[in-house]
């Protein structure tokens, strides 16, 4: 098998990188599994976040080994908890996988007037209602637990005691803020937080607030190439 060096997608470009990872199993269904899910959906088709799955699937790993459940906050159609789920053949684990969001776009009520503008062109082109879709693509996956609605209310809705991997990807500080103030204390030792908005532009209220959150708490963010921030309880 030939090994694909050069890669340019979702703002990450590379040459001469040994992407073998991409082409092996089980990432290989798993990332392709979750485009076939979210096909039809994205009014612009459906982008390669391949290396954002990656690094998901990588951290949700991590997770398999602590004490705890998982959580994603902001889902969408799944194009990372579906590639997680595969991966990681979710329902031979222990792990119950909490899918928390509104399952029809940003709430703009909750936002910073400076973040309006984006959100409703995201609202526009991603995020319409698709629950229904949402519900079909996590059916097969009985360890899942879809939660609709507006965080950080929903969060009371189910018993988290503890969390081995959380993912957070809101598109707006409000809620962002408030998720980890809630179940920072709840994540086990080694845990690993992916911020999915970290480094993209736009989302500077967002990188400045996670930016002090660490520091709050002694930490120090990963930034990385694909736009994700990483941190490690």
Known sequence: MSVQLDYFADGVGTAGKNLSHFAREPFASAALAASEGSAGVYAQGIVDVRWRQHIACWAAKNGLGLEGDFVECGVNTGLMAMAVCKFLNIDKTDKKFYLFDTYEG???????????????????LYYTNVYGKAKENFRPYKNTVMVKGILPATLS????EKV?????DLNQVFA???????????LSVGAMVLIDDYGFMGHDLQHKM?????VKHDKYIASLPTGQGLIIK
């Open 176 to 186: 962002e803020k408030a998720v980890i103030e809630a179940l920072w204390d709840k």
């Open 106 to 124: 940003i709430p703009i009520e909750q936002l910073h007037v400076s973040e309006v503008k984006l959100a409703e062109s995201h609202n526009k």
């Open 157 to 160: 809705e189910v018993n988290i």
């Open 164 to 168: 081995a991997y959380l993912s957070i």
């Open 210 to 214: 996670w930016n002090e959150f660490a």
